[in-house]
């Protein structure tokens, strides 16, 4: 999997370094090769340089970006033939001083709108099939909760991986599957699917095991694993599809048992006082008694200034 290396921020980048961009004018149809030269300073990214060209040499050139901080996963894009996250990617990473070029292309398997911008709508439309929230079967009880439902801290570890990805399409782009049959669900939305089959508060299984269970879903993957080799967070989407695949033979062998938590019950007043340890010692001048009897107040005209 992707691990970022922080150290790599600490080294600098070549004095000067050739950034060689793939453009593409939506218009005429034409796409080109533009190369840029700039002047680098110790811990600028992939994104920084293509903003400094956007600044200082090419104001037309078109990319999505937002956080800057490798949470919102806007700038994914193609550098030197690997997806990254353009914030993410260090100069020092992917230049050195016996090879100060740097090539930036969209994503691969994208529909390209501009530049360096992808079409991020097909993508989408996979998430949202394989339903990425919870279901439950009482919908009432769903819609208009009154009490949060359990989940104990070894249950939400289970899933806790998958749940960190961020959409940002590098796994899909990394895809030789998605490359040669675009009716694949893609490792993000399988792996999505799979965090959600698992989660103990989600009663919706069923219906993403059926939705994955074809050659387009679970069967279509090939195990190359370049998915998790590029994610930024280490989500690891191709385990998570190896895994669905066994949950999914499982169900079809009935074989597959899920547990499903309901809400937590309500908290009950308990008016037994429970007695401290025989070894507990209290504070000099500290009244239990008159401490338990004095009511709780919250400054709220404070806290709201």
């Not at 903003?51 to 806007?74: F, N, P």
């Not at 230049?95 to 691969?108: G, K, L």
Request: charged share 30%; hydrophobic share 35%.
């Amino acid at each position: 999997m992707a691990v970022f290396d922080p150290k790599v921020a600490t080294r600098p980048p070549p004095r000067k370094v050739k950034v060689v961009i793939r453009k593409y004018n939506p218009e005429t149809g034409k796409a080109w090769w533009q190369e840029h030269e700039i002047e680098t300073y110790r811990g600028m990214t992939v994104l920084d340089a293509l903003l400094k060209i956007k600044e200082e040499q090419d104001h037309t050139l078109t990319l999505r970006y937002s956080c800057r901080m490798a949470v919102c996963g806007s700038c994914g894009m193609t550098i030197n033939g690997t997806p990254r996250l353009a914030c993410q990617t260090q100069l020092a990473q992917v230049a050195s001083n016996h090879n100060p070029v740097v090539r930036v292309e969209p994503m691969y398997n994208f529909k390209v709108v501009k530049d360096l911008l992808t079409d991020f709508t097909e993508f989408f439309e996979k998430h949202r099939k394989v339903k990425p929230y919870l279901i439950r079967e009482d919908i009432e009880e769903q819609e208009n909760p009154k009490l949060e439902y359990r989940l104990t801290p070894e249950e939400y570890e289970e899933f806790y991986q998958y749940s960190l990805c961020i959409a940002c399409g590098l796994c899909v782009s990394a895809c030789p599957i998605f490359a040669s049959d675009t009716r694949f669900l893609g490792p993000q939305a399988l792996a999505q699917a799979y965090r959600f089959v698992i989660d103990p508060r989600d009663e919706g299984y069923k219906v993403r095991l059926e939705l994955v269970d074809s050659l387009d879903g679970v069967f279509g993957c090939h195990f190359a694993a370049s998915c998790s080799a590029v994610c930024p967070k280490e989500v690891d989407p191709a385990a998570a599809i190896q895994r669905l695949r066994s949950l999914l033979l499982k169900y079809r062998l009935k074989l597959f048992r899920k547990k499903i938590n309901g809400p937590v019950e309500p908290l009950r007043e308990v008016k037994e006082k429970v007695p401290l340890p025989g070894d507990a010692q209290t504070l000099d001048g500290v009244d239990l008694e008159a401490l338990e009897n004095q009511p709780v107040v919250i400054p709220v005209e404070i806290l709201s200034k």
